[in-house]
């Protein structure tokens, strides 16, 4: 219900108003960049597309962009090298590395449940049911404020993990996508390793892949390349294209959506053969009819979309520095792109 919403809303925010790129020129990248700059009104967008082992760009292939879930896709590799190296034991319950004082639901939970959703654990911590709760994402939509401010450090954290209400989520355990899920495995690992995720992620991962601004805390050099942060669709109070200020999360939460990247490192991480595969991402059918594996991601100040063709292995990355749910015009920009290579091929 909450992607078909957010993509609803899309919809009816660009209709009458959108002029969609035909993506038949020589240089698609720049037709999709050009589309959210001059048409969605973005002030900065970098975009990567992947085909045939060739990778093309258009905007800065080197700007950072705080790219909120694709994080986890990072982390969890350097999870998984973890594991292959005998550190850690993903089907170990959590309760055996975590420092937290987990009630006792959680001694059924596995790492891996917690990398693979399956835990049962919410979404946020924001229950549907409270009053409260609904305030607080509310006014996040409105004027900007941080939906995790509540819970981001780890005593906050832990106490939110064993509420009566998040221990009824672990009892039903239907499988769901997880963001705290996904942040109570992080904290695990950096327990059961004595290293934070960011030590953690530059030795299995970044440095070992050559990923030079895929990073936790951008350096000086770094924010150079950092486009200003500015309102998107969301907050709602807020103009469009209006500079506002990062929220970074907190210690608790920073491992499931808290890097920064930019669009020539996403593409050579996300373009390794057989990285991407049904199961690692969401899947979902377009309109005309191919199945895709996607994630999206979104950030007080940063969106990122992942889009894969199931059948050629084309991918779409698209990055901005902007508040916005990923809707229907991303998807659209998939469906025209990978029709197009689908028809030259």
């Known amino acids: 219900m909450r992607v078909s919403f957010s993509i609803a809303f899309g919809v009816l925010a660009l209709a ?22 001059e048409q969605v009104g973005d002030p900065a967008c970098s975009v990567a597309i ?16 705080r790219i909120a879930s694709l994080t986890k896709l990072f982390v969890a590799e ?4 973890l594991a292959a190296k005998g550190v850690i034991d993903l089907g170990a319950p959590v309760t055996r590395y975590s420092r937290y004082a987990l009630a006792p639901e959680y001694g059924s939970v596995t790492l891996r449940d917690l990398m693979e959703h399956r835990s049962g654990m919410p ?35 832990e106490e939110a993990c064993n509420l009566a209400r998040t221990r009824r989520f672990l009892a039903e355990r239907q499988a769901q996508y997880s963001n705290v899920g996904f942040a109570l495995l992080v904290t695990a690992v950096e327990d059961a390793t004595g290293r934070g995720i ?8 970044t440095g070992p892949l050559g990923l030079k601004d895929t990073v936790f805390a951008l350096d000086e050099a770094q924010r150079t390349r950092f486009p200003q942060p500015s309102a ?12 506002i200020g990062a929220h970074p999360l907190g ?7 808290g ?24 899947v979902r059918e377009l309109p005309s009819g191919r199945t895709v594996d996607f994630r999206f991601g979104m950030i007080y100040g940063g969106e990122s979309f992942l889009c894969q063709d199931q059948a050629t292995g084309d991918i779409l990355l698209i990055l901005r520095n902007v508040t916005s749910w990923p809707a229907a015009e991303d998807f659209e920009m998939a469906d025209r792109l990978f029709s197009r290579h689908r028809k030259e091929n």
């Open 78 to 81: 350097a999870i998984d090298r």
């Open 259 to 282: 890097l920064c990247s930019s669009a020539a490192d996403c593409a050579k991480f996300f373009s390794r053969e057989g990285f991407l595969k049904s199961g690692s991402l969401c």
């Open 198 to 205: 960011d030590a953690i992620l530059r030795d299995e991962v």
């Open 232 to 243: 998107g669709k969301l907050p709602w109070l807020v103009r469009r294209g209006r500079p």
């Open 50 to 65: 992947v085909m045939g082992g060739k990778v093309s760009f258009a905007g800065d292939p080197h700007a950072i962009y």
């Open 16 to 37: 009458g108003c959108t002029t969609w790129p035909t993506l038949d020129s020589p240089d698609p990248a720049e037709e999709i960049r050009r589309f959210y700059v």
């Open 251 to 257: 210690p608790a939460l920073v491992g499931m959506g």
């Open 123 to 157: 979404m946020d911590f924001l229950n549907p049911w409270n009053p409260l709760a609904w305030h607080r994402a509310l006014m996040s939509g409105l004027v900007g404020s941080h939906i995790y401010e509540t819970f981001d450090e780890r005593k906050d954290f």
